[in-house]
């Protein structure tokens, strides 16, 4: 796991402005602590951080095949490096280290564009390819692995592993779409970034640039198939198949010359990930766990439970989660605003496992790939209503009881916190969008000065939810996975756990994302995986040999804090009052929100943390 850097000319030779390239590597320092290089020609310039997992003492970069025509940089693991390694032996490469870096030299000496094929695992990679004159940007398929790119004026095309060593280096313009879906949201979405100037290579995308061409559009190489066949019969014989997939995934994510160890909540996710790295592993893997001394947010028992059963090396750290020092700090190595409280614990987990290991892997994507979350179980509910009543009828109907219903506040507060009619108003997508909506559209408008919402120009989250749907599945429950992939995942979940692994100098790896077990995943009927209104059923029935009952079948917890509670205190009061002198928010509105808050009328948290965090941003971009 690293960080790496570059610049290219897309227009001449010009001398790379080493001085700045130096700055963007070392802004990249924390990702790879382990070691650093550059290499510089005319028009060309590459740099890399090194946290070093695989081959220790020859795995160092930027890297070049045999006549120094191919150099690259890269940031990630290449699980099947040694299967590759194998074939393009075979075809005549000659290897001078055992690191996953070199096969993909020489993978793209080889096989070019479609050398992101063949590569499985997480990736973000920078490659020089001096007889074409080009380079080539790619990212794997599920966007483990974070790269963004600035396409100057001057005809200098920037990039990096994060948007900080980019962001600094330009005017401090913000770029407002991308904020009006970081307020709908709390991140900002692929291919957004906070700046108008600088972008993110999408998930499962690549960018190849020559000298003197225009910069394109970047290519996408894969889509999960959710209409292909898994190929697997009955349900029972589905349970096996995940099995030996689940089996093979975790072995592959294993392989390294230092320590894995796990991150154990006491999830069936994660639980399932250590289980089976105990089973496959010659030595009890180390798991950590955070607990909080709240009961309603502590997973302790049942994580210590999964432990206990199967020998785990097992520390848990009691952390005070009322850890608001750690703001300023976490605005610093996210770089764009990021608004999911989330954060704040992920971070603590990966203070504690650094303290034992450099590799640890994640139960990330078991919900996304299963159709774990609530809202997926609520929404296949409101689909039932849009199939039998047309939208023009609901919109008229539903549309105004949604405005009207929440007002009423002897509403049972589940009911009144969902906004149902509201949601039964929209289209599936405009549906599946709210679930995940941390403030909705209607507050956003009111949220928004007069001069913000003039420079938006109509701008809305849903519009670019929408393009997201053009390629989505028909199936309502597939179309909300599939959407989940492309947004949350993605933009939400994964680069929570990227900054704040990184900031440690953490790899953290999560099996369950796989491309091989996704697109099967993908490719299983819709009712194994929610049966009944059970979400990951069919997992579920697949671990029952190995998880107690009480962990297969618990309500999901997700790994939260009391944050409405700490969002009543002065500190946190005067820094959203700062946010008035900004100009880009209505002072009336916003502290109606605060008030709100105060008063226990509404549960204004997950904004108002998003709020503050992009405070904490402002001051530290």
Request: net charge neutral; aromatic share 10%; with cysteine.
């Amino acid at each position: 796991m690293c960080g790496l850097a570059g610049v290219f000319d897309r227009t001449a030779l010009r001398p790379v402005e080493r001085k700045r390239l130096e700055r963007t590597s070392a802004a990249l320092h924390h990702r790879g602590p382990d070691g650093a290089g550059e290499w510089v020609a005319p028009g060309i310039g590459l740099a890399h951080r090194r946290l070093a997992i695989i081959d220790l003492e020859g795995g160092s970069q930027p890297l070049a095949n045999e006549d120094g025509t191919v150099w690259l940089v890269f940031n990630g693991e290449i699980y099947n490096f040694v299967e590759l390694q194998q074939e393009l032996t075979a075809l005549g490469h000659t290897f001078r280290t055992r690191s996953d870096t070199e096969v993909i030299v020489h993978a793209w000496e080889s096989w070019g564009e479609g050398c992101v094929q063949r590569l499985r695992g997480m990736f973000a990679v920078a490659i020089w390819d001096e007889r074409r004159q080009g380079v080539f940007l790619a990212r794997d398929r599920l966007g483990m692995k974070p790269l963004y790119y600035s396409d100057e004026a001057d005809g200098w095309l920037w990039f990096a592993s994060e948007f900080t060593p980019l962001g600094r280096e330009r005017e401090r313009t913000l770029h407002l779409p991308a904020l009006e879906c970081y307020l709908a949201l709390g991140y900002v979405p692929d291919p957004l970034t906070i700046h108008p100037g600088i972008h993110k290579l999408p998930p499962a995308s690549y960018l190849w640039i020559r000298r003197g061409d225009a910069l394109l559009n970047p290519v996408r190489y894969w889509e999960p198939d959710f209409a292909a066949d898994p190929g697997c019969g009955s349900f029972q014989e589905a349970t096996r198949k995940l099995r030996e997939l689940l089996e093979e995934s975790v072995q592959l994510h294993m392989v390294s010359d230092v320590p894995v160890g796990s991150f154990l909540s006491g999830g069936i996710d994660s639980s399932a990930v250590s289980v089976l790295m105990a089973q496959l592993s010659p030595a009890p893997p180390k798991a950590c766990t955070i607990s909080f001394a709240d009961p309603r947010y502590d997973e302790t028992p049942h994580a210590t439970l999964v432990a206990n059963r199967y020998g785990l090396d097992h520390q848990v750290w009691r952390a005070d989660p009322d850890r608001l020092d750690l703001i300023d700090l976490m605005a610093v190595h996210y770089g764009e605003p990021f608004g999911d409280p989330s954060a704040l614990p992920t971070w603590l987990v990966c203070a504690l496992a650094r303290t034992r290991t450099k590799v640890v892997l994640s139960g990330d994507g078991g919900d996304e790939n299963l159709a774990g979350y609530r809202r997926y179980r609520l929404l296949m509910a409101e689909e039932q209503v849009r199939a039998r009543l047309p939208l023009a009828f609901r919109q008229a109907l539903f549309g105004r009881l949604g405005a009207w219903y929440p007002k009423l506040d002897w509403a049972p507060r589940w009911l009144r916190a969902r906004s149902t009619f509201a949601s039964l108003a929209k289209d599936g997508v405009a549906a599946a969008l709210a679930s995940v909506e941390i403030l909705p559209q209607e507050w956003r408008t009111q949220l928004w000065s007069d001069h913000t919402r003039r420079a938006l120009q109509g701008f809305r989250t849903i519009d670019l939810w929408r393009q997201y749907a053009q390629s989505a599945p028909d199936h309502p429950l597939s179309r909300m996975q599939y959407l989940d992939l492309k947004g949350f995942l993605a933009g939400r979940v994964l680069v929570k756990v990227d900054r704040a692994s990184m900031a440690h100098g953490l790899e953290v790896r999560a099996p369950l994302l796989d491309y091989r077990l996704v697109e099967w995943l993908a490719a299983c009927p819709p009712e194994w995986k929610l049966h009944k209104g059970v979400g990951k059923y069919l997992l579920k029935e697949t671990l029952r040999p190995l998880l107690p009952e009480e962990i297969l079948w618990r309500p999901k917890q997700g790994f939260n804090m009391p944050l409405a509670d700490w969002l009543r205190r002065p500190m946190v009061l005067s820094r959203l009052e700062r946010l008035v002198a900004t100009g880009l928010f209505a002072p009336d509105t916003l502290r109606r929100m605060v008030a709100a808050h105060l008063s226990g009328r509404h549960d204004f948290s997950a904004p108002l943390w998003a709020l503050l965090m992009f405070e904490a941003f402002l001051r530290h971009r």
